[in-house]
């Protein structure tokens, strides 16, 4: 086995420790990219290919690059909202390789030359944020944090903030409200953040593991980095494998893997059952029947994208043969109808309707035209909301829909309708569009 890149501790326990870590190599990078033109650095991560291990997967030298050169203040915001269900990657470099974080989102502030970094942690990680305080202090004891970092012209302060548990704010637009103290709500881009980010000046947000995969790629190079995974997504990932798999957990592995591999290597699925399907991206993205040809797709953002879903945060979610897909989907449903922040029509709007009626679905209380309304719902909401939660609501229910049909049929069919309410009739809302038979 290779030493991990990012989950370092595996290999050196106590690498969360300054001295342990910078006797194992730790702030090379940062030293090494003071000695170089901040445009140069940008270059190094262009060139490697990293894409943001955020969710979206945009490349992240080109996000830098979006930096205005101009005078003035310029911040860098570190995703560690990390809300997702089923990922819980971020909180352990948070934990065990605090340094690597740290030092990487230095390293990319030089490079856009910002003034200061804002570290946006999920408010439940507390406990990790008070660490992460301490370890900030002892880097800038040691010259890499505040003034004059590593004896260069170069300033720079670090900050903590705490959210206080809404996943809309890990949307990076609705992440810097929160920072600004506002209602965490998403803003209208454009302008986009590269531009005009946190309090109006250049802010580049990237993702907590984005940023740990920067100090390797410093020291070692470009074409180092890309001898993992494809030329399209290179590098290590680590994938958080939950659900109904024999040894959950996270697994740092290069990019490329199969799904087969994967699920292989996290002890296969529990208690011997089968594979029914697979949520690659938690439940924001669509999930796809464990059928051959998805167990031998590779984990790439192409190749994972080329069967209708996405990498995402590669949250891996494992469904055995007796998961019952209506009620996994109801889940799902009422999650993003409780994250919905309100701010636009169709989110708030579609994601109470849609829980509405997969409410109906599952308690038998359903036509068999509310499964047409609700693939309408959804659709009616793809693309027309203010940020991508609207879109994420709408895989859970599109996907499901699509590969496991039956499970749907089979519910409406045994419903009674005698007992199903008017559409419309609840809690004094506006009526839904009727289903077909209503
Ligand atoms: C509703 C919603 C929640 C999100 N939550 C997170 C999160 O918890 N952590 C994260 O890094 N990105 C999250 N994102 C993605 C961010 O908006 C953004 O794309 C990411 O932080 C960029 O970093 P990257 O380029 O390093 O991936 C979320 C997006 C949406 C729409």
Request: net charge neutral; proline share 7%; hydrophobic share 40%.
């Given at each position: 086995m290779p030493p991990h890149i990012l989950l370092r501790e595996l290999d050196i326990p106590d690498i969360r420790n300054f001295d342990v870590y910078t006797a194992n190599g730790g702030y090379e990078g940062l030293r090494k990219a003071l000695t170089m033109k901040p445009d140069e650095v940008t270059q190094v991560v262009k060139d490697s290919?990293?894409?943001?291990?955020?969710?979206?997967?945009?490349?992240?030298?080109?996000?830098?690059?979006?930096?205005?050169?101009?005078?003035?203040?310029?911040?860098?915001?570190?995703n560690a909202d990390e809300s997702e269900p089923g990922t819980f990657k971020d909180r352990q470099i948070l934990e065990n390789n605090p340094h690597q974080l740290l030092e990487g989102a230095l390293i990319c502030a030089y490079a856009i030359q910002a003034t200061a970094i804002y570290i946006y942690c999920r408010g439940e990680f507390w406990d990790l944020a008070h660490n992460l305080e301490e370890q900030i202090e002892v880097a800038r004891k040691a010259g890499w944090v505040g003034q004059n970092i590593g004896g260069s012209h170069w300033s720079c302060e670090v900050y903590i903030h705490l959210g206080a548990g809404a996943y809309i704010c890990g949307e990076e637009s609705a992440l810097l409200n929160s920072i600004e103290g506002k209602l965490g709500q998403p803003r209208v881009r454009p302008p986009f953040p590269a531009v005009s980010g946190l309090y109006a000046a250049p802010t580049v947000i990237n993702n907590v593991e984005t940023l740990a995969n920067v100090p390797p790629i410093i020291v070692n190079g470009a074409a180092w980095f890309k001898t993992m995974g494809t030329e399209k997504s290179p590098g290590p990932k680590i994938f958080c494998m939950s659900g109904h798999i024999a040894r959950p957990g996270n697994y740092e592995l290069p990019l490329g893997i199969t799904f087969r591999e994967l699920i292989e290597t996290a002890g296969g699925v529990a208690n011997g059952k089968k594979l029914k399907a697979i949520l690659p991206s938690g439940a924001s993205g669509p999930m796809v029947p464990g059928t051959d040809q998805v167990l031998d797709t590779k984990l790439t953002y192409e190749d994972v994208a080329a069967l209708g879903t996405v990498l995402g945060s590669a949250s891996v979610i494992i469904l055995d043969e007796d998961t019952d897909i209506v009620w996994a989907t109801l889940k799902m449903a009422r999650f993003f109808r409780h994250e919905s922040c309100g701010k636009c029509t169709p989110c708030r709007e579609g994601t109470y309707w849609l829980e509405k009626r997969m409410e109906a679905i599952y308690g038998r209380k359903a036509a068999p035209a509310d499964v047409k309304l609700i693939e309408d719902v959804a659709m009616q909401m793809q693309g027309k909301c203010l940020c991508a939660l609207g879109d994420f609501a709408t895989s859970p229910i599109l996907s499901s829909v699509k590969h496991f049909r039956s499970e749907y049929d089979a519910y409406v069919a045994s419903a009674q309708p005698a007992v199903r309410p008017a559409a419309?009739?609840?809690r004094g809302r506006a009526a839904a569009p009727a289903a077909a038979g209503d």
């Amino acid at each position: 086995m290779p030493p991990h890149i990012l989950l370092r501790e595996l290999d050196i326990p106590d690498i969360r420790n300054f001295d342990v870590y910078t006797a194992n190599g730790g702030y090379e990078g940062l030293r090494k990219a003071l000695t170089m033109k901040p445009d140069e650095v940008t270059q190094v991560v262009k060139d490697s290919n990293l894409r943001g291990r955020g969710g979206a997967g945009f490349p992240t030298g080109l996000k830098w690059s979006f930096v205005p050169k101009v005078e003035g203040p310029k911040y860098v915001a570190v995703n560690a909202d990390e809300s997702e269900p089923g990922t819980f990657k971020d909180r352990q470099i948070l934990e065990n390789n605090p340094h690597q974080l740290l030092e990487g989102a230095l390293i990319c502030a030089y490079a856009i030359q910002a003034t200061a970094i804002y570290i946006y942690c999920r408010g439940e990680f507390w406990d990790l944020a008070h660490n992460l305080e301490e370890q900030i202090e002892v880097a800038r004891k040691a010259g890499w944090v505040g003034q004059n970092i590593g004896g260069s012209h170069w300033s720079c302060e670090v900050y903590i903030h705490l959210g206080a548990g809404a996943y809309i704010c890990g949307e990076e637009s609705a992440l810097l409200n929160s920072i600004e103290g506002k209602l965490g709500q998403p803003r209208v881009r454009p302008p986009f953040p590269a531009v005009s980010g946190l309090y109006a000046a250049p802010t580049v947000i990237n993702n907590v593991e984005t940023l740990a995969n920067v100090p390797p790629i410093i020291v070692n190079g470009a074409a180092w980095f890309k001898t993992m995974g494809t030329e399209k997504s290179p590098g290590p990932k680590i994938f958080c494998m939950s659900g109904h798999i024999a040894r959950p957990g996270n697994y740092e592995l290069p990019l490329g893997i199969t799904f087969r591999e994967l699920i292989e290597t996290a002890g296969g699925v529990a208690n011997g059952k089968k594979l029914k399907a697979i949520l690659p991206s938690g439940a924001s993205g669509p999930m796809v029947p464990g059928t051959d040809q998805v167990l031998d797709t590779k984990l790439t953002y192409e190749d994972v994208a080329a069967l209708g879903t996405v990498l995402g945060s590669a949250s891996v979610i494992i469904l055995d043969e007796d998961t019952d897909i209506v009620w996994a989907t109801l889940k799902m449903a009422r999650f993003f109808r409780h994250e919905s922040c309100g701010k636009c029509t169709p989110c708030r709007e579609g994601t109470y309707w849609l829980e509405k009626r997969m409410e109906a679905i599952y308690g038998r209380k359903a036509a068999p035209a509310d499964v047409k309304l609700i693939e309408d719902v959804a659709m009616q909401m793809q693309g027309k909301c203010l940020c991508a939660l609207g879109d994420f609501a709408t895989s859970p229910i599109l996907s499901s829909v699509k590969h496991f049909r039956s499970e749907y049929d089979a519910y409406v069919a045994s419903a009674q309708p005698a007992v199903r309410p008017a559409a419309g009739a609840a809690r004094g809302r506006a009526a839904a569009p009727a289903a077909a038979g209503d």
